[in-house]
């Protein structure tokens, strides 16, 4: 009987692999299916939308991969058909993280007592005096209280205060693609996961988080999210390319670290984590798979 695997993956990982001229095998969904949508999402016609999806398929197993975003919007539903029938032929779904793991709420209490600083310390005691106006001024852009705020380190603000033109636009987690095929698996299908929640808190809080914090408000815009969201629907690889990476910011010194740490570093022990028998077994010769109807 032939397997089926429904593999979501973040726009990070397709897109540094891509960038750093990886030796990867892939095929589109054909144009015929990219454009089956019933309605239009962001601002985009329907007859624009598309997604960036793929798959891989040999002799006895087929790996949809469609490029995950972990938030959305309620009309991004419903997905366009061939997206919808991989994830129903699929027994096995493999994500990043599975968020909503019953371990979840536990963990996330764990995140707010590491995020407060110690001994009643603030934020503007750690940074440049230009950076902490920068932060300030974000924080009253998007109606965030600065004095609710100034007592968390710099990488939880950094997480934080990224989102926040993305829920301006309406965006939210409970729409986020991997969000949906999570909730639809329930019991019915076998999750795996790439990352643990633990791994990626380690990893946020190893980083430079000063720099961390200065580097994400550098891009932290209204335009930039829309665009970017834009960039995701319509599945434009080199538009898509030249927004993650951008040759102003990847000519700042300070930044290669954090381009080299989330998208190249990680992306290596994420396809470590990809070479799980399951996946590893299904790319042996692989062929463009026919259409899906």
């Known amino acids: 009987m032939k397997r089926h695997i429904l593999l979501l993956l973040t726009l990070t990982f397709i897109f540094s692999c891509k960038s750093a001229k990886e030796d990867l095998t892939y095929y589109d969904a ?13 601002e985009l016609k329907a007859d624009k939308i598309s997604f960036f999806y793929y798959w891989i398929e040999d002799h006895d197993s087929t790996v949809f991969i469609l490029v995950s975003l972990h938030i959305g919007r309620e009309d991004f539903y419903p997905l366009p058909d061939y997206i919808e029938a991989a994830f129903e032929r699929s027994s096995y779904l493999v994500v990043e993280m ?20 110690e001994d009643g310390q603030t934020i503007d ?16 852009t998007f109606q965030k209280s600065p004095e609710a705020n ?3 380190k710099p990488w939880f603000l950094a997480n934080m205060i990224k989102t926040l033109p993305y829920s301006t636009l309406g ?34 809080m190893g980083l430079n ?55 190249y570093n990680r992306n290596i022990r994420m396809t470590d984590s990809i070479n799980l028998p399951i996946i590893q077994d299904t790319v042996i010769n692989p062929k463009l798979a026919p259409a899906i109807k």
């Open 30 to 42: 054909p144009t015929s299916q990219r454009n089956q949508q019933s309605q239009p999402s962001s």
């Open 98 to 117: 599975n968020i909503l793991s019953r371990n979840l709420p536990y963990n996330s209490v764990g995140i707010i007592l590491n995020a407060i600083l």
């Open 125 to 140: 005691t750690l940074i440049s005096e230009d950076l902490f106006e920068k932060l300030i001024d974000t924080l009253n």
């Open 150 to 152: 100034i007592r968390y």
């Open 171 to 204: 965006y939210s987690s409970k729409f986020g693609i991997d969000f949906h095929f999570l909730e639809a698996a329930g019991t019915q299908k076998k999750i795996l996961e790439l990352e643990t929640f633990d791994f990626q808190l380690n990893m946020i």
């Open 209 to 263: 988080s000063v720099g961390y914090l200065d580097y994400t408000l550098s891009f932290l815009n209204v335009e930039y999210a829309r665009e970017y969201i834009d960039t995701y629907l319509s599945g434009d690889e080199d538009r898509m390319l030249k927004l993650i990476f951008n040759d102003e910011f990847k000519a700042i010194q300070d930044y290669q670290y954090f381009y080299d740490e989330i998208y």
